[in-house]
């Protein structure tokens, strides 16, 4: 898969000879290679709902995999925020900075802030934004509390929200091994990887803590009825493993 990015960036950087970089062409190579190289690599398929709004937005989602990118990016152009350590990860990162990333050190209270002025300036400017506010991966049937931050900038700029969900339908998909290579492994060493993907409703509301609470819910009910009878994933032994209350206790010192 790697070789097939730098395959990628190699063309898409001698087309900029003759052409200007622009987001609509960084959005375009990216569309490009998850159908025509990313997805039928990894043999993932995609069942989606809904589709992402006529304006530019505040896109808000569950985080499952480091694949949920993979899962979503065919059908929405946006910038990408991203824990910083995804700059470390080879290849990946650069794929990342030319199609569309902004970079978060999410211990880092500045970082979070300068991130969701940029955000802002961003969709303001006339791009979405995709941020996965649980600020970590979960392996709950529910999600880690969203943090309140990127809703309270929206609700301040009168920026819509739209609340998605994804949910993939074998545990070795979800992130329960820290490793990131061997993680992937684990992910793709199967024959096939199923997910889903739901767009939400645009929700508007001048207090951030409303769309806050109000897309967390969405986002928890889509992924309930997403899993019915099509999820083999054990939730009642997953959900054992962390007490929610360890994550809100962490969200009262991270907003």
Same mark, same amino acid.
Request: hydrophobic share 45%.
């Given at each position: 898969?790697?070789?097939?990015?730098?395959?990628?960036?190699?063309?898409?950087?001698?087309?900029?000879?003759?052409?200007?970089?622009? /987001?609509?062409? @960084?959005? @375009?190579?990216?569309?490009?290679?998850?159908?025509?190289?990313? +997805?039928?690599?990894?043999?993932?398929?995609?069942?989606?709902?809904?589709? *992402? $709004?006529?304006?530019? !937005?505040? #896109?808000? *989602?569950?985080?499952?995999?480091?694949?949920?990118?993979?899962?979503?990016?065919? #059908?929405?152009?946006?910038?990408?925020? !991203?824990?910083?350590?995804?700059?470390?990860?080879?290849?990946?990162? +650069?794929?990342?900075?030319?199609?569309?990333?902004? #970079?978060?050190?999410?211990?880092?209270?500045?970082?979070?802030?300068?991130?969701?002025?940029?955000?802002?300036?961003?969709? &303001?400017?006339?791009?979405?934004?995709?941020?996965?506010?649980?600020?970590?991966?979960?392996?709950?049937?529910?999600?880690?509390?969203?943090? !309140?931050?990127?809703?309270?900038?929206? @609700? +301040? @700029?009168?920026? /819509?929200?739209?609340?998605? !969900?994804?949910?993939?339908?074998?545990?070795?998909?979800?992130?329960?091994?820290?490793?990131?290579?061997?993680?992937?492994?684990?992910?793709?060493?199967?024959?096939?990887?199923?997910? +889903?993907? $739901?767009?939400?409703?645009?929700?508007?509301?001048?207090?951030?803590?409303?769309?806050?609470?109000?897309?967390?819910?969405?986002?928890?009910?889509?992924? %309930?009825?997403?899993?019915?009878?099509?999820?083999?994933?054990?939730?009642?032994?997953?959900?054992?493993? &962390?007490?929610?209350?360890?994550?809100?206790?962490? %969200?009262?010192?991270?907003?």
């Amino acid at each position: 898969m790697g070789l097939s990015m730098i395959f990628y960036m190699l063309i898409y950087s001698f087309r900029l000879i003759f052409t200007s970089h622009t /987001p609509a062409s @960084a959005f @375009a190579l990216r569309r490009s290679w998850l159908r025509y190289m990313g +997805k039928p690599i990894l043999n993932l398929s995609v069942s989606v709902e809904g589709s *992402c $709004a006529n304006e530019p !937005a505040l #896109y808000v *989602c569950n985080h499952r995999s480091f694949a949920d990118p993979l899962a979503i990016l065919p #059908y929405l152009d946006a910038y990408v925020i !991203a824990k910083a350590e995804v700059a470390s990860y080879p290849v990946i990162n +650069k794929g990342a900075e030319l199609t569309g990333v902004l #970079y978060v050190k999410r211990e880092d209270s500045q970082s979070r802030n300068e991130v969701r002025n940029l955000m802002v300036k961003t969709i &303001q400017s006339g791009y979405n934004v995709l941020v996965f506010p649980e600020g970590t991966v979960s392996f709950h049937s529910y999600t880690m509390p969203f943090r !309140a931050g990127s809703f309270i900038e929206a @609700a +301040k @700029a009168g920026i /819509p929200v739209v609340p998605m !969900a994804i949910e993939f339908k074998d545990k070795r998909d979800l992130w329960l091994v820290p490793n990131f290579i061997s993680q992937y492994l684990a992910s793709y060493a199967k024959w096939k990887t199923e997910a +889903k993907v $739901a767009f939400g409703p645009i929700l508007r509301d001048s207090d951030g803590e409303k769309l806050r609470a109000a897309a967390e819910a969405w986002s928890n009910a889509k992924m %309930k009825e997403m899993r019915e009878g099509w999820s083999n994933v054990d939730f009642a032994e997953l959900d054992q493993k &962390q007490p929610y209350s360890q994550a809100l206790q962490k %969200k009262a010192t991270e907003v």
